[in-house]
């Protein structure tokens, strides 16, 4: 008997509720995540899909994931 996958999509999961809902994500602030927790609990493309649909910014540095949660433009100072 094989097993058959839902009709319809499951949601990604709680983690978009549990990195987005903080908040200083409500204020426009900054999240970091890991780059191994994300690929591991999240999946990159999925992580960056999100973040792209609520249209900001997101930076990597040093294994990090980096959140700017604003639509507004972000100016790097050096």
Excluded: K, Y
């Amino acid at each position: 008997m094989t097993m058959l996958r839902p009709a319809i999509p499951v949601p990604s999961a709680p983690w978009i509720d549990q990195v987005f809902s903080a908040r200083t994500v409500q204020h426009g602030g900054v999240v970091r995540r890991s780059l191994r927790w994300v690929e591991a609990e999240v999946g990159r493309r999925e992580f960056e899909a999100e973040v792209r649909r609520r249209g900001w910014h997101l930076a990597e540095c040093n294994g990090q994931l980096v959140v700017f949660c604003t639509q507004r433009p972000i100016r790097i100072l050096f």
